[in-house]
């Protein structure tokens, strides 16, 4: 798409690796040139920390990677370069005379990026003879997974090149932002400046540790950062008031000291207007209740995801998981009723659906492996239970899918005791959707109770198999449902066993 | 546990309300008294969006949620409650009016907080009987849903109240960061707040809009702000070298003009020394390597989680997942050899381990349902014949479960074709862990040629079944596999069917 097969990477730090990585993920061959002794292999640690990044993010390569190669010399690395990112550090004279040696060396056609964090473009490209190439393309670490990639070119940069560098940059998976207005720091190490100083006032100043800092990040206002910035925010937040209250709301604190950095912008009508105007644009007509939703879907699918990590908000909710499980009353359903249990009910979450809209054939497993856990639950396989070392292991399932679920229809599962005995439970599971009771799809499933640290089959105790008996004789007289028993096969063929 | 069976809520508005929301939620009684006429109507909002999401966030609640009673009298909302937060507008005598309204009607062993979110505690509490009860408690909104409350106590404040306080937020699901010296702003709104004074400069100043400053936050280090805040982050970039070798290198900036806020505390050396000691304290001996590793995991987690979601990072992801599924070139496996097609290679990743550290039981259908899209692949129903309008889907599954997998393990699906027709597909996967040749589970399903636009079933074209008879001619000799045919039941049982 973007007709560059080879790339130099000059510079070959976390930040000039982690292209490398991108790069090469992407089909891209890249010569990194470093003079840094140690150069190769800190960029291979990064190369491979970036390999299976990517492979998590994005699944399979697309085809075969680019190859990486490395030298201590510029003109050897950008003499076939179609595009090369420049990511020395932040030293004007240094950085002046590399992009000087990269533009003696580079084939006309090739475009020269900088990595720059906040160094003017107009500055850098002074000493080329060929500027209308240049601009800054600012990355953020780890590279290879961040989409966000500054745009910003100098009085001397081609438009044209400009569009080449972002459908390039977009061709890697990035967001490239166009920073209109050259400016030292461009936007984002602005914001991320700003902080940093405030922060080091704190620190400074005695009021919180490095720790304390990250954690008032990390599990408030971090959490929004990472899919809605900051205007979007506080527009919910200004609720059905909208932004301009929320800003002659807040308006005053800006005169107060809530920071140490207190050289602040009038908050004239004007500015005032044009953050309300440029917000209303923001939304793009989407309704406050809808923001809504979809910052607390984004916030529960953040902390969900972060949940089996172990990481921040996610171990939080881990934390409370734990402690709520070992405090839930035992649930006891009445057993005894001559029909099928609804122990489980569900929702079908956004996240659950695929490019279709519909939920995702795994996650009906996973509906019904929730049910499974109630009817264990009803029989006293509680959380106490399973922390004392044994637990139901499904063995066995049969699914049929029969219908399609869209995101948000309340869901249920209807369970039948089809058979037990002292090791063995057989089930049956009917997945509905309640709003308009359409049955979606079916579970036989076989669960073996297992002493979980032996790792072995058991009997289950005698006040399970009672609770047990006591289902399978109220089910007794229920009709084998439509389903059981089956096997996998074209119904034609005779079955194998 | 914290003993608080009753709360009053002082101040109905979005913060306010998203109090009542975790109180109920966790089975506390709460009263609201707002003045506000439509107070009830925005709050019962609030109060549905905070229980669907926490439902979403925890499953279901532990036990009977706690009832919400509104009222616009504080004495009466007051008179019996464990526990009181104030959630009135940021203005110092109305508060201190409240509060010391509060304070008269409220039982002697209430907490009283404020949720505040900069206001000193010492100036709030001045006006109170019984201050040492009334400590700040400052949220961040949505706050059923964010984790993080700092805790600051006045100078009357009783310590005992601050413990007592910080155990009741923790069995409220929240994150107390306890605030230990009295400061305008805390430590969060701080941050923020420099944060949003350099936003505001960006604007006022023209350089970029709201928009564009959002984006600049979401695409990069909001993601990273989500899970590490600040510090962190600067470790792992600071790479061998460490906070030390980073503090240095980037501490000629701190004189640059990348923000408009040029207040800076000087980067002395005692401060150098004091941030790379408490850098080394938060990072407990966790190695860089580790550090590196849990931001990568923790960056694709979150960008996997906002992916169905369509936003921000996620969104990104998304349209780079589309583009490149459309460029894929063909995957042309020679179909002629005589053993099952090994199509689909994955690793468990630590977001699909349970409790156990093990692979979820539906994850396994998960990398079952994508061996069956490339076997589609492979013959033929690759994105465009998706886009064209037709598909396979899976009707039925037979599944068993051999063994178990730790995250990170290598897997590969080895699939066989049992049978084929105009309309349907009969194939066996056996899910073996690559690096120890284990079984983990085998697959047994059914796959239907649809119509996905009419929502009916119909034959596959020419090329795709002439695809199918190539496979079925090279696995026309192999033995059926072991396990296929089966239907779910206990041995002793004859079969159903």
């Not at 070119?153 to 207005?181: C, N, W």
């Not at 100083?197 to 990390?218: Q, S």
Request: a negative charge; glycine letters at 8%.
């Amino acid at each position: 798409v973007s007709g560059v097969r080879k790339a130099a990477c000059i510079g070959g730090g976390v930040i000039g690796a982690g292209w490398a990585a991108r790069l090469a993920w992407h089909g891209i061959d890249v010569t990194v040139c470093d003079p840094h002794p140690e150069a190769e292999r800190r960029c291979r640690i990064v190369l491979a920390n970036g390999e299976w990044a990517m492979a998590r993010l994005y699944g399979a390569p697309v085809g075969e990677p680019g190859a990486v190669a490395f030298t201590t010399d510029i003109a050897e690395a950008v003499a076939d370069a179609d595009f090369v990112q420049e990511s020395a550090p932040e030293d004007i004279p240094l950085k002046q005379a590399i992009l000087a040696e990269i533009d003696r060396h580079a084939p006309a056609v090739a475009l020269v990026c900088s990595s720059t964090s906040g160094l003017r473009p107009t500055v850098l490209q002074s000493v080329m003879d060929r500027p209308g190439r240049f601009m800054v393309g600012h990355p953020f670490n780890p590279v290879y997974l961040l989409p966000l990639v500054e745009v910003c070119g100098g009085e001397k940069t081609d438009a044209a090149a400009i569009d080449r560098a972002i459908t390039f940059y977009r061709s890697l998976g990035m967001q490239p932002l166009h920073v209109r207005t050259e400016i030292d720091g461009f936007i984002a190490d602005r914001l991320m400046e700003a902080l940093w100083r405030e922060a080091l006032w704190l620190v400074n100043d005695g009021v919180a540790t490095v720790a304390e800092i990250d954690d008032a990040v990390r599990y408030g206002p971090g959490l929004r950062w990472a899919m809605m910035g900051t205007f979007l925010t506080y527009r919910i937040a200004g609720g059905e008031d909208g932004m301009r209250h929320f800003m002659r709301q807040f308006g005053p604190a800006l005169q107060w000291p809530w920071t140490k950095l207190t050289d602040v912008p009038d908050l004239t009508d004007d500015l005032i207007d044009r953050i309300a105007t440029q917000s209303d644009e923001q939304a793009d007509g989407v309704e406050l209740r809808d923001l809504e939703r979809q910052r607390d879907d984004g916030l529960v699918a953040i902390m969900q995801a972060l949940k089996p990590l172990g990481i921040g908000a996610g171990a939080v909710l881990a934390d409370q998981e734990r402690a709520r499980v070992g405090a839930r009353a035992p649930v006891t359903p009445d057993l005894s009723v001559a029909a099928p249990l609804c122990l489980h009910t569900a929702r079908v979450l956004p996240e659950w659906t695929d490019y279709n809209g519909h939920m995702t054939e795994h996650r009906y497993l996973q509906v019904f492996g929730d049910a499974a856990d109630a009817l264990f639950a009803a029989v006293g396989v509680d959380a106490a239970y399973l922390a004392g070392g044994h637990s139901y292991y499904t063995v066995e399932s049969h699914l049929r899918h029969l219908g399609e679920a869209p995101a948000d229809v309340p869901l249920h599962v209807e369970t039948q005791l089809l058979d037990h005995d002292a090791k063995r439970i057989h089930a049956f599971h009917r997945l509905v959707r309640s709003d308009t009771d359409t049955l979606l799809a079916t579970a036989e499933q076989l669960y073996l109770h297992v002493d979980t640290k032996e790792g072995r089959v058991c009997d289950a105790p005698e006040a399970v198999r009672d609770r047990l008996a006591a289902i399978a004789a109220a089910h007794g007289d229920l009709p084998l449902p439509d389903g059981a028993g089956r096997s996998v096969g074209l119904r034609r063929q005779v079955a194998a066993e």
